[in-house]
Nanobody, 123 residues
């Protein structure tokens, strides 16, 4: 199982970025996918998750209305569109798939992590 995140960068407050995660090593369309982030001095947190066919999506309260998760099962890819970014969104962003026994209601990620992609929001 491998995840390759891309699309990070530096952006001013109020700006937008689109993150992309390419996944390999498992049957992508069978799994819930998620985005997580770890800010400076903070623990890694779940940002959003999307069900295997994309019909159900959950967001962390801190990103609701600003971030949009989507997936393309034909391309084994999950995306995170981030709008109205604030300095509090500064973090390394990671994607992952559901862990053993996880569900949309009780989501936890697998033990496999990629290198992530850094997002810096600063004026």
């Amino acid at each position: 199982v491998q995840f390759e995140e891309s699309g990070g960068g530096s952006v001013q407050p109020g700006g937008s970025l689109r993150l992309t995660c390419s996944a390999t090593g498992f049957v992508f369309g069978n799994y819930i996918m998620s985005w997580h982030r770890q800010g400076p001095g903070k623990e890694r947190e779940l940002v959003a998750c999307i069900s295997s066919l994309g019909g159900t999506i959950n967001y962390a309260d801190s990103v609701k209305g600003r971030f949009t998760i989507s997936r393309d099962n034909a391309k084994n890819t999950v995306y995170l569109q981030m709008n109205s970014l604030t300095p509090e969104d500064t973090a390394v962003y990671y994607c992952n798939k559901e862990g053993l026994g996880a569900s949309m209601e009780w989501y936890h990620a697998s033990d496999f992590w990629g290198k992530g992609t850094l997002v810096v929001v600063a004026s």
